[in-house]
């Protein structure tokens, strides 16, 4: 159980275009999604977190209208990164928390989406 | 400011044992978490402590010193499959996990 996926697992785009990544909760209800993005050899980063029905909470420094998050139901999670560009290249994780009043106590993780702009 | 600091790499022979320190500073305390993460696949959790001790799952245990700001993931019987990074994080006192850089472990036959 406690499955959660992520399309497209890899994607290439040009500078200048948007992609976007969903991410799905499969056999549990997500109220809480967590957007995270790994460059090589360091941390994850935590991009934001958000909650189905309402507006994504960004952390500090990252731009919410070029990483637009939509959170529409309780199992799809969607980031789309606006007018990307090469710097933006990176894997992009995102994990679900399953309920209850600290989603970050349990988060499972997608499998990661691996973006290259050129 | 909140800092999570573990070793870059590390390198062990299939079947002996390996222990990957992590320390932290945060902002208040609600646990310690390890994940380990194969390259370019995203982590699954291995265990969570919050209370000083030592927490054995499988191969795989878990320390913690509050006092300290210490934490240790000890694996025992390498296996090839082990080869992987292993991430810390820390919950502060908002519940926020802030993420070490990761220990990536080579496993060597």
């Known amino acids: 159980g406690a499955v959660v996926s992520q399309h497209p697992s890899w994607v290439i785009c040009k500078s200048g275009t948007s992609v976007k990544i969903e991410c799905r909760s499969l056999d549990f209800q997500a109220t809480t999604m967590f957007w995270y993005r790994q460059f090589p050899k360091q941390s994850l980063m935590l991009m934001a977190t958000s909650n189905e029905g309402s507006k994504a909470t960004y952390e500090q420094g990252v731009e919410k209208d070029k990483f637009l998050i939509n959170h529409a139901s309780l199992t799809l999670s969607t980031l789309t990164v606006t007018s990307a560009h090469p710097e933006d290249s990176s894997f992009y994780i995102c994990s679900a928390g399953t309920g209850g009043q600290i989603p970050t106590y349990e988060q499972y993780f997608g499998p990661g989406t691996r973006l290259t702009v050129t | 400011g909140q800092n999570i600091d573990q070793p870059t790499e590390m390198t062990a022979t299939e079947g002996a044992i390996v222990q990957i320190n992590c320390t932290y500073q945060?902002?208040?305390?609600?646990?310690l978490f390890w994940y380990q993460q194969h390259a370019g696949e995203a982590p699954t959790f291995l265990s969570y402590n919050v209370l000083d001790g030592l927490e054995e799952k499988g191969r795989f245990s878990s320390f913690l010193s509050r006092s300290k700001g210490y934490s240790y993931l000890l694996l025992k019987e390498l296996q090839m499959k082990d080869s992987a990074s292993y991430l810390c994080a820390a919950m502060d006192s908002n519940y926020q996990l802030i993420w070490g850089a990761g220990t990536k472990l080579i496993i060597k036959p």
């Open positions: 945060t902002s208040g305390f609600n646990g």
